[in-house]
């Protein structure tokens, strides 16, 4: 099993910055890739950006060149940079990670951190 932890959501003004971490623990050599992603109220839920062990990333085109993923396998951390931020960019965003094998995908979550960005 693999928990998730997220933390460093907040309100800030539009234009800001925030920068969300991860913090991960149980069997965390299962994991193949990470990600972050968020869900505003009335919407889906919807990648922000992904990375893989080997630290292949992939950004949602909403938030290319605003945002960039990265990770700390030595802190078993995971962290999202973001930067000029605008109010459609309020969600709760979350934290996930995959484990692919060869019989199936194992999914987890994080609680969630909330991130409100004011006009």
């Known amino acids: 099993q693999v928990q998730l932890v997220e933390s460093g959501g907040g309100l800030v003004q539009a234009g800001g910055s925030l920068r969300l971490s991860c913090a991960a623990s149980?069997?965390?050599?299962?994991?193949?890739?990470m990600g972050w992603y968020r869900q505003a109220p009335g919407k889906q839920r919807e990648a922000v950006a992904t990375?893989?062990?080997?630290?292949?990333?992939n950004y949602a085109d909403s938030m290319k060149g605003r945002v960039t993923i990265s990770r700390d396998g030595g802190k078993n951390m995971l962290y999202l940079q973001m930067n000029s931020l605008k109010p459609e960019d309020t969600a709760v965003y979350y934290c996930?990670?995959?484990?692919?094998?060869?019989?199936?995908?194992?999914?987890?979550w994080g609680q969630g951190t909330q991130v409100t960005v004011s006009s």
């Open positions: 990375i893989t062990r080997g630290g292949v990333t």
């Open positions: 149980g069997s965390i050599s299962s994991i193949n890739v």
């Open positions: 996930n990670a995959v484990n692919l094998d060869s019989v199936r995908a194992h999914i987890y």
